[in-house]
């Protein structure tokens, strides 16, 4: 037993079989940083801070001792509750494929958009900065016209190079402009998505909670997710009808390198 | 090709798994090069021989834990054994028995983790 007290839930195995494989394919479309960003881990629920190599001074204890001390990321605890009627889990137990897990699939949304907002824009409260607040350049304008993106894409990846940093690169995109970009094609029938991809070298990404867009460095070591415990699903409480679920997860995120991502600014919403 | 080793068509596997075939498949000489290794040290009766031999022995259980932690990383499963039976004393089958029958065995006596891990790579 560990702290997610999945035990005590009245689930059986096909029924958290069945939870698992609603939830985990959905949190691999829904979490954008994890396809842009290292990942570091899991190191585990007793891993508590991200070592910086670090240190602050600090007043000596006494006149003939100096003092100062090390500086650590503490990881953040992201966890999004959510229930389930015990009958639609019961009848997983019974074969039914088609259950009613509505409420965990708004949580598995809740949950990777909170840590792709961390990773792409910060989250103050968690201590963490995010790529878009790191990056040393200035962001670039999208062209309200898609047509004109393969323009900007170019110029942010040119402003990487220049700065040295090598690529492949990445984009991730707000989900509006994605599926622009996925819906246009470009003079002669060309899909932009396709020249989008030629000039980065590597993918695109339909990431939630983006604004605008991200062109960054894949070649590693400039970004680092560190999780101390991958999204987990523990129990919290049940009554006759219902239980009580949750995906949680602890991380910390650092920006190594704040040359190696260029922010795209788009005026559209979404 | 990557490996005579596959057992399955290469263009049926994705890069994810034939990328952990190779790390699987360099464990495995790893380890039995030490074995190797540590045969030649015992056999020989040159002391100066059975020094390098066993110096390259030890270098070859270094490379051996690397890719196993290459592995472990991107092997939840793998990790949770790991984590279980690695650097404990005591009886390792009371370690079984105190972590239940097999702790890999139901969704619900995991430990909970999604094992999602890292996304570089995966389609968008």
Redesign the interface.
Known sequence: MNHLHRELAPIGDAGWQAIEDEIKPRLETHLAARKLVDFDGPLGWAHSATATGRTTSIAGPSPDVTGSQRRVLPLVELRSDFILRRAEVDDAERGATDLDLAGLEEAGRHIALAENTAVFHGYPAGQITGITESTAHGALTLSPDAEHYPTAVAEAVDVLRGAGIGGPYGLALSPGIYTEIVHTAEHGGHLLLDHLRQILGGPLVWAPGVEGGIVLSLRGGDFVLQSGQDISIGYAWHDAETVALYLEESFSFRVLEPDAAVALRSKKKG | MASEGLHEAADLLDEETIDHHRAMTSLCEELEAVDWYDQRVKATSDSSLAEVLAHNRDEEKEHASMTLEWLR?RD?KL?QHL?TYLFTSGSTLGIEAEAGSDPAE?????????????????Q?
């Open positions: 990383r939840p990790d984590r139901g969704p619900g006596a995991g430990d909970g983790s999604l094992g999602i891990g890292s996304l570089k790579g995966h968008s």
